[in-house]
């Protein structure tokens, strides 16, 4: 069993940044993808941003521009990152990080590992 912990969670201001951080430990696979989902209160799971082993990245258009992911592999340990710039006050949610270690797409169905969610708070 794959463990994913995500970190970083915070309150802060529009207009502010946060890097929120998703580290799987023993992780063995090649071919992968790894991806974000948010969910605000009230509203379903969404995936905003995806990347898989040859850095083959797609974005939401809400979090275009804004967002940045990125990956490091480190002593067998994979972190996954998220720099949220430019940050808003509808980026509020509880982020989750997931990974399918099977193959290069992501996709809420496709994912076979995930984190329990960390709490991002923007206020205006």
């Known amino acids: 069993q794959l463990q994913v912990l995500e970190t970083g969670g915070a309150s802060v201001q529009a207009g502010e940044s946060l890097t929120i951080s998703c580290t799987m430990y023993?992780?063995?696979?090649?071919?992968?993808?790894l991806a974000w989902f948010r969910q605000a209160p009230g509203q379903g799971r969404e995936e905003i941003v995806d990347l898989d082993n040859n850095d083959d990245t797609w974005y939401r258009s809400s979090v275009k521009g804004r967002f940045t992911a990125s990956r490091e592999d480190v002593g067998g340990s994979l972190t996954l990152y998220l720099q949220m710039n430019a940050v808003k006050p509808e980026d509020t949610a509880t982020y989750y990080c997931?990974?399918?270690?099977?193959?290069?797409?992501?996709?809420?169905?496709?994912?076979?590992?995930w984190g329990k969610g960390i709490q991002v708070t923007i206020s205006e």
């Open positions: 023993e992780f063995t696979a090649s071919k992968y993808c």
């Open positions: 997931a990974v399918n270690v099977e193959t290069y797409f992501c996709g809420a169905t496709n994912m076979d590992y």
